[in-house]
């Protein structure tokens, strides 16, 4: 059992300068935890060391099998990969296949009260990968598919990892060096130990447990679960889109059904999402509509997993460091996104500036700052995403203003740009909210405010299948 | 076994023979090779010039991202092919927050250099 934060991170509160500890050819690295951001690290640190002639010994602990289906091989994650990432991804080397692209979109569609918006991409590409970090649903057909996971630790092990099917138990710190040690009780010394294991995982417990000083990431609970509909249903009912909702709903934040092969993911997230709030969301007439004959069908798995919401800290120590959701993470989005910048910051740290606390102070903690900094802005756009969600008038108008700027060839679709990002996690909130502050958009938004509310009024005590003017497709 | 479904690929398809960009069009984004095979020519009197043919995750159409935004060969796809489009902002935005981004680009570019510098000296 750690027994306090210098013993597991060997760190006084302020690090020292010329502690940089750099590794060397035959340095044993344990990354614990195969999930994005355990595979990414190594991946990436496998490739810069090769780039400067560094050979390192990675050892990657993961005892679940990312070929399995059902809950054994799954990581629980809604399994969108944001179109910033992927472009990324693609500009590092790093192409996702057909077999582990369950479906690329090229639109959301935003699912309001007042009606139905597809906002889609200029060029009508599909920039968008839903993915299962797992194998698929439990009792789900065998698909010729491939795990996102499973997946990249490919990836890594192509580069030179060694996978270690173990359950890692605890990490200690002794005589300088690291000891990993597994539930069977082997103990294994590393130069450097990677926590990637995400925040459901025992070892995050354990490494907070008798320390003061060190805190695990806040958490929330969230819902997700599966829909067997067949592909060529869903191809028909939801298309190559990712179908949002912005609905009245209290504690609920976002909710989204994403296409994949057979399947439909539901994911809502929000603060504590609970039996009360999930029946709530399934009464919503916005919602059974997007299923055959309006009735909810039975799901084929389902799972509360826990998303970040505030960081670790702290997020390094000497020879320590957390990333991922372990770590730093982006609020409600883009957590795989979030997996690889501090993958890949957190390898650039060890091969070109060592692997002391100052080392990981100095050029990893900065992003881990600007993630949770950003997340701050991320709470007060959320905040007023809540407003608008129990304003009627706002969503008229956000409605109206999208499916004008959707129906034009040519001009700025800020309205369209923002929900994107907010949707997608594309652009950081701190960008997204800036771009709300723009006269353009404030004036446009004021203007579309007065108009739809005028015009709704006069719709008012329709059915919302009766309003066919606003609901909006393309 | 289930089949993949077709719907499953990222990018954008092109048929054979389809042009995705001209010599001398505006440009503000590379692609990346999905599946399929791209040829790049250079145009000049009326006559095309083969300047080298791509496959899955070679990319084409870096030099838009770097400066003049003016094509400055023809790409054309020579199979049923799919791209992936890297925009301008996405490139340079990450370039800005890790420089390593753009690592593999700078060494593609440079292995391309050097095989032009090859085939110049043959020329010659």
């Excluded at chain 1, 300068?17 to 496998?46: E, H, K, T």
């Excluded at chain 1, 909702?245 to 809502?268: H, M, N, Q, S, W």
């Excluded at chain 1, 108008?397 to 959707?406: D, P, S, Y």
Aim: charged share 25%; with cysteine.
């Amino acid at each position: 059992m750690v027994e306090g934060l210098e013993l597991l991170t060997g760190k006084a509160p302020k690090p020292q300068r010329g502690q940089a500890n750099a590794l060397r050819d035959g340095s044993r690295i344990a990354v614990i935890g195969a999930g994005p951001a355990g595979s990414m690290f190594s991946y990436f640190l496998l490739s810069m060391a090769e780039t400067i002639g560094l050979e390192l010994d990675v050892e990657i602990f993961e005892p679940r099998r990312f070929c399995h289906r059902g809950p054994a091989g799954c990581n629980h994650c809604g399994g969108i990969v944001s179109e910033s990432l992927v472009q990324r991804l693609a500009t590092e080397g790093i192409r996702l296949p057909d077999c582990v692209v369950q479906r690329g979109m090229e639109s959301y569609t935003l699912h309001m009260d007042v009606g139905d918006v597809e906002i889609a991409t200029p060029l009508m590409e599909k920039r968008i990968a839903a993915v299962y970090r797992g194998n698929g649903p439990r009792s789900s057909e065998p698909l010729e598919t491939h795990s996102f996971d499973g997946y990249l630790l490919d990836l890594a092990q192509e580069k030179g990892a060694r996978l270690i099917p173990s359950l890692v138990s605890d990490v200690q710190r002794e005589d300088d060096r690291m000891t990993v040690i597994c539930a069977d009780n082997s103990r294994t010394v590393y130069d450097l130990v990677v926590v990637a294991t995400g925040i459901n995982s025992r070892l995050v417990e354990t490494l907070e447990t008798g320390t003061a000083e060190f805190a695990r990431p806040e958490r929330t609970k969230t819902f997700i679960c599966e829909f067997k509909l067949g592909r060529d249903l869903i191809r028909e009912t939801f298309g190559p889109s990712m179908h949002v909702f912005l609905l009245d709903i209290p504690r609920l934040e976002f909710a989204a059904l994403i296409p994949k092969g057979d399947y439909v993911t539901l994911c809502l997230l929000g603060d504590d999402i609970d039996e009360n709030l999930i029946d709530q969301f399934f009464a919503a007439p916005e919602v059974r509509e997007r299923f055959p004959g309006g009735e909810i069908p039975p799901h084929a798995c389902h799972c509360y997993p826990r998303i970040n919401t505030r960081s670790a800290r702290p997020v390094y120590g000497d020879r320590l460091v957390f990333i991922g959701d372990s770590g730093s993470t982006r609020l409600f989005k883009d957590g795989i996104g979030a997996a690889y910048r501090t993958s890949k910051a957190a390898a650039k740290t060890v091969v070109f500036h060592g692997v002391s606390a100052q080392a990981f102070h100095d050029h990893y903690a900065p992003l881990c700052r600007k993630i949770s900094n950003d997340n701050q802005v991320g709470k007060l756009v959320f905040n007023v995403a809540s407003l608008v969600q129990k304003a009627r008038f706002a969503r008229r108008g956000i409605l109206q203003m999208t499916a004008h700027e959707q129906q034009q060839e040519e001009g700025p679709r800020r309205m369209s740009g923002v929900l994107w990002d907010l949707f997608s996690g594309s652009a950081s909130y701190t960008n997204v909210f800036l771009r709300t502050l723009h006269p353009a958009y404030v004036g446009n938004l004021l203007w579309n405010l007065i108009s739809a509310n005028v015009r709704g009024d006069r719709t008012a005590g329709k059915s919302r299948s009766e309003r066919g003017a606003d609901h909006v497709h393309h | 076994m289930q089949r993949i479904d077709n719907m499953a690929g990222l990018g954008k398809e092109y048929n054979v023979g389809e042009v995705i960009f001209r010599q001398g069009d505006a440009g503000n984004c590379m692609f990346v090779i999905q599946d399929g095979e791209v040829e790049v020519i250079a145009e000049a009197n009326g006559r095309e010039y083969p300047l080298r043919t791509l496959g899955p995750n070679d990319f084409f159409g870096e030099m838009a991202l770097f400066e003049k935004e003016i094509r400055t060969a023809t790409a054309r796809a020579t199979k049923p092919t799919r791209l992936l489009s890297i925009d301008k902002k996405n490139f340079l935005g990450g370039i800005h927050e890790d420089p390593s981004l753009a690592f593999r680009v700078v060494k593609t570019m440079s292995h391309r250099i050097r095989d032009l510098t090859d085939r110049l000296a043959r020329y010659e």
